[in-house]
Structure formats: C-alpha cells, structure tokens
C-alpha cells in the first residue's frame, strides 16, 4: 500500500500562486507516473499536469505557461507550481502516483481563486 499526503491548497486572489506538494510513502518500489488532478463541484475529475519517471511531462492546454510540475525521485515527492491562478481553477486537487498494476491517490486539498 502506498500513501500520499498533500499539503499547499488555500484560498488566493486571482493571479497569485500557491505551490501544492505531495509526499508517496509506503510500499513503494517502482513509481512510474506522478501527477495532479483536478475537480471541480458537477465536473469530471481532469489531468492537471504527470511527469514519468524520466520527466516526461504533459500538462493540460489550460494550464501550460502558468503550472510547473516537478518531482524528486529520491524523496518520492511531486510538486505543482500554481502561478497566474484563475477562478477557473477553483477545484479539489488530488495527488496521484502509479507503479505498475496500481495507481494511488491522495484525499485532495482545496484550492479556491477568489478576489
């Protein structure tokens, strides 16, 4: 079993930023993908932005130039670097990592952009 906490959500202004972070522990031993998705309320859950463990990354068309993912493969962590937020971001953000045969996810953490 493979655990994931998230911390880094709040409630920000339009155009600011906020960096989420996500720990992976637990019976780790191949981590492929790691990655953010969002949801908002009556919305589908939608990819926010995975990176392999090469760094291969894909974000979604909404996102790109203002989000930055990154992870540490040592530490089994990912970070998402928020800038220029929307209120259309306003969603649950949800950690996710996949090893082969399984894919985990974290409880979510609100994010909310709001003047």
């Known amino acids: 079993q493979v655990q994931l906490v998230e911390s880094g959500g709040g409630l920000v202004q339009p155009g600011e930023s906020l960096r989420l972070s996500c720990a992976a522990s637990g019976s780790i031993f191949s981590i492929s993908f790691m990655g953010w998705y969002r949801q908002a309320p009556g919305m589908q859950r939608e990819l926010v932005a995975r990176?392999?463990?090469?760094?291969?990354?894909k974000y979604a068309d909404s996102v790109k130039g203002r989000f930055i993912i990154s992870r540490d493969n040592a530490k089994n962590t990912v970070d998402l670097q928020m800038n220029s937020l929307k209120p259309e971001d306003t969603a649950v953000y949800y950690c996710?990592?996949?090893?082969?045969?399984?894919?985990?996810w974290g409880q979510g953490t609100q994010v909310t952009v709001s003047s």
């Open positions: 990176i392999s463990n090469l760094g291969s990354i």
């Open positions: 996710n990592v996949d090893q082969p045969g399984f894919s985990y």
